[in-house]
C-alpha cells in the first residue's frame, strides 16, 4: 500500500470556466502550500503535547514525528517562496531543490528579499487593504536555518558508540515549540515580496479550522517595506 502527500489543488473545472486567471491560479497553488503548513503545526502540537507526558512510554516516538512535522514546514516555507517567485522565472535546478536553506540561498541572488515578512492586514472604510510590517515580531532567514539544522540533526539515531553507552537520545520539547511558536508569529499574517514583477504575495492563515486566505498585489509604484525600497 501506498501513501502520497496532498498535491497543490487545480483549479475546478467551474474554476476555469469563471476566468480563473494565472494570478488566481498561482494564488491557489500559495495557499495549498500555507494549508499545509497550518496542518503540520497543528499536528505537531498534538505530538508535543503526547511527548511531555511523562508517564507516556512512547514519548519520544511522539517529539521524532514533531521533529519531523518542524522539518516539514521549513521546507514548506522555501517552497512557497519559491513558487511565489515562479512567474519571475526558475532555472531547471532550482526547481528540483528540496533542501530548505539552499532554494533560500539561490533564491536570494534573484532576490535578497524573498523570505516571508510578518505583516498586518487591515481594512480601511473604503474596503481596501492596508499592509504593514509587524512591528513586534520578525524572523530571520538565518533563524529559520538554525531550526532546519537542529531537526535534521535530532533525527538521526547517532553512532554506535551512543547506542553502546546506555544513554537515552534526549530531545529538547522547549526547542520544539518555542520554534513552532516563532513560525506561526512569522505566518500568521504574512507577505512575500517578488521584487522583479512589483508584486507582493499577501497571506492570511487563519485560525484553526478556518481556510488560509491568499492574495496578490500589485504595486502602483516600488515595492517597500519601512524605509527601504524594493522596486525599480
Known amino acids: 500500500m501506498e501513501f502520497y502527500t496532498t498535491p497543490p489543488r487545480q483549479p475546478s473545472g467551474q474554476e476555469q470556466k469563471s476566468g480563473m486567471n494565472q494570478s488566481n491560479k498561482n494564488e491557489l497553488t500559495y495557499a495549498t502550500l500555507a494549508q499545509e503548513i497550518k496542518d503540520r503545526l497543528e499536528m505537531l502540537d498534538e505530538a508535543l503535547g503526547l511527548a511531555v507526558n511523562g508517564e507516556n512510554p512512547a514519548a519520544h516516538y511522539h517529539a521524532e514525528f514533531a521533529y519531523i512535522q518542524l522539518r516539514f514546514v521549513c521546507e514548506l516555507i522555501a517552497l512557497a517562496s519559491l513558487w511565489a517567485h515562479r512567474a519571475q522565472g526558475l532555472t531547471k535546478k532550482l526547481e528540483a531543490e528540496w533542501h530548505a536553506n539552499e532554494i533560500f540561498k539561490s533564491l536570494e541572488t534573484i532576490n535578497e528579499h524573498c523570505f516571508p515578512h510578518a505583516c498586518r492586514l487591515t481594512l480601511d472604510l473604503r474596503g481596501e487593504r492596508h499592509v504593514n510590517p509587524n512591528p513586534d515580531f520578525q524572523m530571520k532567514r538565518s533563524e529559520l536555518a538554525v531550526i532546519y539544522g537542529r531537526c535534521g540533526d535530532a533525527l538521526h539515531r547517532g553512532a554506535l558508540k551512543l547506542l553502546l553507552s546506555g544513554k537515552p537520545k534526549k530531545y ?53 517595506m519601512t524605509a527601504r525600497s524594493y522596486g525599480q
Open 172 to 224: 529538547d520539547a522547549g526547542f520544539i515549540q518555542n520554534s513552532a511558536n516563532a513560525i506561526k508569529k512569522l505566518l500568521n499574517e504574512h507577505f512575500v515580496i517578488v521584487k522583479d514583477l512589483g508584486l507582493v504575495v499577501l497571506c492570511n492563515m487563519g485560525p484553526p479550522g478556518v481556510p488560509v486566505t491568499v492574495f496578490t498585489a500589485e504595486a502602483g509604484g516600488p515595492v517597500s
